[in-house]
């Protein structure tokens, strides 16, 4: 893992701590890089992941004590498939990959929500520092698009069932979004919006002073929506 990644799952598991909520919900949970550090952190905690390779992608929790349910983001009844009460749900560098309007999950979250929960999202800056700098320079702010990727038949399933190779089936980032942007779309499903910041995780000492400067170029963007 890459510094700049450890530094960021530090500081997001300790943001989620900060919020002292009663449960957790890790939605997409990875190899459990915020679910491990909440649970280290005697925090009870859960996660969702999808269909797809679930028992190969989830069995560091088997190990850790974590339950993980199965759940598509955008067809899944959050009050079917969880059956705790949830406190905050954590949504961790994700919705660039999103091809569905995020609104949609997020309106999953806010029902599923107890009153007075936390919905925490971070994600990619769509006007980051290196995206701005590789724009001035002539380069391409999107990815490079492939023909094949190989994706497990469960995918296709209940993600592309149209079984054909899609420009983002490679995993590629879809849309990058701006804070106003997030800001909008969490007070559109209802949302309080507590706090909205961003935040730098690379050790380039430039790059460090910019954000310092206009933190609206740094790498991250983190917000926090509360149910009210």
């Known amino acids: 893992m890459r510094a700049s990644e450890e530094r960021r799952y530090n500081d997001s598991a300790q943001d989620l701590i900060n919020l002292n909520a009663e449960m957790y919900c890790d939605l997409g949970p990875g ?7 909440l649970k280290n ?5 859960i996660g969702l992941e999808a269909p797809w390779e679930f028992d190969q992608r989830t069995a560091w929790s088997k190990e850790k004590g974590i339950k993980i349910y199965q759940g598509e983001f955008f067809n899944t009844d959050f009050k079917q498939a969880i059956p705790e009460k949830v406190h905050c749900f954590s949504l961790i560098h994700c919705i660039a990959h999103f091809r569905f309007a995020p ?3 997020f309106e999953q979250v806010y029902n599923k929500l107890e009153p007075g929960g936390y919905f925490y999202l971070s994600t990619v800056n769509g006007g980051a520092l ?7 320079k002539g380069g391409a702010i999107t990815e490079e698009v492939k ?9 296709y399933k209940f993600y592309n069932p149209t079984g054909k190779h899609m420009i983002w089936d490679s995993w590629m980032h879809v849309k990058e979004y701006r804070a106003h942007e997030l800001k909008k779309m969490f007070e559109d499903e209802k949302f309080k919006v507590v706090e909205l910041k961003h935040r730098n995780n690379f050790s380039e000492w430039k790059n460090n002073l910019a954000c310092k400067i206009w933190p609206h170029l740094s790498e991250e963007i983190i917000i926090i929506g509360q149910k009210v």
């Open 147 to 155: 023909k094949n990727a190989k994706m497990d038949d469960l995918y």
């Open 31 to 37: 190899r459990g890089e915020i679910a491990i550090r």
């Open 41 to 45: 952190a005697n925090k009870n905690v």
């Open 130 to 136: 290196d995206r701005v700098i590789k724009l001035f």
């Open 103 to 105: 609104q949609e999950l």
